[in-house]
């Protein structure tokens, strides 16, 4: 019992299982929510709550006021995508604790930061522009038999090229 | 060279996460539990659609860090040190999920007359926009170390550095989504309709040929592999 329950919450899980986990975890979010699993919707709302509470409030032509619109009672910072990136983060936390492996990592150096930073702008400027991210655009686009999740999937691998090579040359 | 230095890199994290085993958290994470479903129970039962996003989204996150499972380096490892095992489980994930969206696809639509609105899923427009975006999202996840869901994940380990990723991810997705979305939008975006695969070539077709095409790349992402290792 003891051996199941180590293998189970503290061994890393194959990979394999995590696959078909996430797959069933996606399809289950379907069929609730109308929509796949998606994430950064959810980073934009949160950062239109930020531009609120600055008090700039024009969002006419923004991706928001196209294609968003919240159903009865949610805001920018409570609504499903954001309620399921908090979650995400939150089952983490759950999981590192379980294993005994939750640490405070701090940053080591600025360049660290530097490319935190830059990488962070591309992927949210990326993902908004085309629709979604690694998971809306490519893990919820392709199972949905929609063509622009395999355009998106073979550009970003195209961008992974380019950006391994910026790694490699100035990082490691 | 190069990927000699990141397998030492790796080899250097994994000690130290070994190292850090040292006091036992599960107590912290079972609180941690029962404020979730406390939480649920009190704030979502009975916003009945808030009461399964949530832990779903528990569950996605717990399974993402118990496995390692990696978004960014599935596409990043094949060509820094040569291994596809993440590669080769995304592309699985691909297929068990394409098998799973086809069956909810067919029961929920009345094939024949149906609207692109109707489908289930997430579809969208193809355009200039979601070439510029892919590669940009691309790179920039390699850069970063970490895709969109990663991220999240590495904020709940507790990386710090994730979080300035995090602010830089909302800050480019402001940017883009807010500032800058009529440009895209009015140029690349607007009248254009997804391209369901179904519509085109036909259901059981659609589903056959996206299957092969994945078996594809599974089994050349499996003799890259081997290849590299001889």
Known sequence: ?172 | MTSERIEALKKRRQEEMKAIKTTDQSPYGWILLILILGTVSALFINQSHYMWVFPLGILLGFTLERSRFCFTASIRNPLTIGTTKLLQAVILALMVSTVFFFILQVLTLDIGNFQISEVPGALRPIGWNTVIGGSLFGVGMVIAGGCASGTLVRVGEGFTLQIVVLTAFIAGALLAGVFHYSFWHDSFIEGREAVYLPNVIGFIPALLLQLTVLGLLYAGARKFANRKKT
């Not at chain 1, 299982?17 to 994430?39: C, D, E, H, K, Y």
């Not at chain 1, 509470?53 to 619109?69: A, C, H, L, M, T």
């Not at chain 1, 993902?127 to 490519?138: D, E, L, R």
Request: glycine share 12%; aromatic share 18%; with cysteine.
């Open chain 1, 1 to 172: 019992m003891n051996k199941l329950y180590d293998k189970l919450l503290k061994a890393p899980w194959p990979y394999w299982a995590a696959a078909i986990l996430l797959s069933l975890l996606n399809v289950f979010l379907l069929m609730v929510t109308g929509a796949p699993w998606r994430v950064t919707s959810g980073f934009l709302y949160w950062g239109m709550w930020v531009l609120e509470k600055f008090g700039y409030n024009d969002f006419s032509g923004s991706y928001f006021e196209i294609y968003g619109g919240f159903t009865g009672g949610e805001t920018f910072l409570l609504n499903t995508v954001s309620i399921l990136n908090l979650a995400v983060i939150l089952g983490a936390l759950l999981s590192v604790l379980i294993s005994s492996e939750f640490k405070w990592r701090r940053i080591k150096n600025l360049k660290q930061v530097a490319f935190a930073i830059f990488g962070g702008l591309l992927m949210g400027y990326g993902a908004s522009i085309a629709f979604g991210c690694n998971i809306g655009a490519f893990f919820s686009g392709i199972p949905s038999f929609s063509l622009h999740g395999w355009v998106f999937g073979v550009f970003m691998v195209l961008g992974g090229v380019i950006g391994s090579k910026i790694l490699m040359r100035y990082m490691v």
